[in-house]
């Protein structure tokens, strides 16, 4: 495992040309403005899952951000690590071969995982990798904060995307109301994050460490 999180580390930067997008990860706004309490509200959203992806795969998060600012979605960075922990194989193997094919399922038959090894359902959802890449976070919900599938499932009926899901697990609240009251306009993301005292991206990582256990 130590040698897959080096090579995880080592070959971030390749990853820009595996799977790109137009977004840029580029923030202007942040920390908590009290004028305006909702300019940091999409750093937040990103940061705080992509914290969750460092912890949970031990990637660096700068180098995270820096694929993701060259292109690299975040469905396909989902994607990428956890392939690669469940095959513990050279994440630069696994990006080879995405875009030699384009198709996760070929992906996981040239890395011989099968079917029974990833469940059916994650093999299914390589056809639609925005599918599969939320159902990996879904999981992590269950595995690392003891979410049932219903619980996860319910949220994601509602309209609730993996961003908001994985910022109101970390302020402690029901994902429901926090939203709702997000769309209301009753409330900001950076206002209920300031209200636990939580300004800035350093303090979003040490929130979703210690919620992790990884203290």
Not at 89 to 105: F, V
């Amino acid at each position: 495992m130590k040698h897959l999180i080096f090579l995880l580390l080592l070959l971030i930067p390749a990853l820009s040309g595996a799977e790109s997008t137009i977004s840029c990860h580029c923030f202007q706004d942040r920390t908590f403005n009290h004028r305006d309490t909702a300019a940091a509200d999409p750093y937040f959203l990103a940061t705080a899952q992509n914290s969750f992806i460092s912890l949970i795969y031990s990637v660096d998060k700068r180098k995270l951000v820096k694929a993701k600012m060259s292109g690299t979605s975040g469905s396909h960075l989902w994607i990428l690590f956890d392939v690669a922990v469940r095959s513990q194989q050279n994440i630069d193997r696994i990006a080879d071969l995405y875009s030699q094919t384009k198709r996760w399922p070929d992906v996981f038959k040239e890395l011989k995982l099968t079917s029974q090894q990833l469940q059916e359902k994650y093999w299914q959802l390589g056809n639609n990798p925005e599918l599969l890449a939320d159902h990996i976070v879904d999981l992590q919900l269950g595995k690392q904060f003891g979410f049932t599938a219903a619980e996860v499932k319910s949220w994601r009926n509602k309209g609730i995307n993996r961003k908001e899901m994985i910022l109101s697990i970390l302020l402690e609240g029901e994902p429901v109301t926090l939203v709702n009251q997000v769309n209301s306009g009753m409330q900001t993301w950076g206002k209920l994050l300031y209200d636990q005292g939580i300004l800035d991206g350093k303090a979003i990582n040490r929130r979703l460490r210690k919620l992790m256990g990884q203290t």
